[in-house]
């Protein structure tokens, strides 16, 4: 099973977004099969250069991915995000890209996402009003049914920061589940990007069912720099649970 981590996970560990690469090569290197590259700043994210070493590492990795930047974006048929866009393209030409996952409240016109050329991903938002409507597995369902080019990127502790529980997503939107933001929330109302390891048997119990899938798993917690060495544990067990 493909075990993936989010760059956003080793952010407060090194200074640059290509530090954080080569942090993931150095610490996990041989024990991923992807990274998710995940820059909010839209500038930051176009002038993202990949070095050598970056783009040989992960050109070596069959499932990396890439999260769209979400400040101040409004995806839709603009020069914006015609631009994020076109970085993605270069992205995917220089070390291949899964998908790109989006967040639907910063989408303005789904079909211009059909226009980017890679797989697309809609996530599911965390608890706040201006995420309404993007955080029931129904409500999902819907937009599936009428979308279906469309992927899910089924986060898991947004899901519990609205107080739903992870198998009520797991049975209801099943096989359309494309791949899995892991991370863990203890308490409905507030999105903390946990690690599954670093949580409660209580709410591991919750997210056990996810792994029943058997789809990708991106490992997206957010992390101090003190606990970034826990994510190793995070993958092994990810792994185990695949097993079991
Ligand atoms: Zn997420």
């Known amino acids: 099973m493909l075990v993936s981590i989010s760059t956003g996970a080793v952010r407060h560990s090194v200074e640059t977004k290509l530090e954080e690469i ?31 070493k970056a783009v040989s590492f992960l050109k070596s990795l069959p499932y990396n991915s890439v999260h769209a930047p979400l400040k101040g974006m409004g995806y839709g048929k603009n020069e914006k995000a015609e631009k994020i866009f076109a970085k993605m393209r270069e992205i995917n030409k220089k070390v291949g890209l899964h998908h790109a996952t989006f967040h639907p409240n910063h989408v303005h016109n789904f079909r211009a996402l059909k226009t980017l050329g890679l797989g697309v991903c809609i996530e599911n938002l965390s608890n706040g009003k201006k995420r309404r409507g993007w955080q029931k597995p129904n409500e999902f369902k819907k937009f599936f049914e009428k979308n279906p080019f469309f992927g899910f990127c089924f986060d898991v502790n947004h899901g519990m920061a609205n ?11 099943g096989e359309k589940i494309t791949c899995i933001h892991l991370n863990a929330t203890e308490s409905a109302g507030h999105a903390s990007h946990n690690l599954v390891i670093d949580s409660s048997r209580k709410a591991q119990q919750k997210i056990l069912p996810v ?34």
Do not use: N
């Open 211 to 244: 792994f029943g899938l058997k789809k990708p798993v991106i490992i997206e917690p957010d992390l101090e720099k003190e606990k970034v060495h826990l994510i190793k544990k995070e993958i092994e067990f990810a792994r185990k649970m695949f097993k079991s």
């Open 163 to 173: 107080g739903i529980e992870p198998k009520k997503f797991v049975s209801t939107l």
């Open 22 to 52: 080569h942090f993931i090569e150095k610490e996990f290197g041989g024990l991923v099969d992807g990274v998710e590259i995940c820059i909010m700043e839209p500038e930051e994210f176009l002038s993202l250069q990949l070095d050598e």
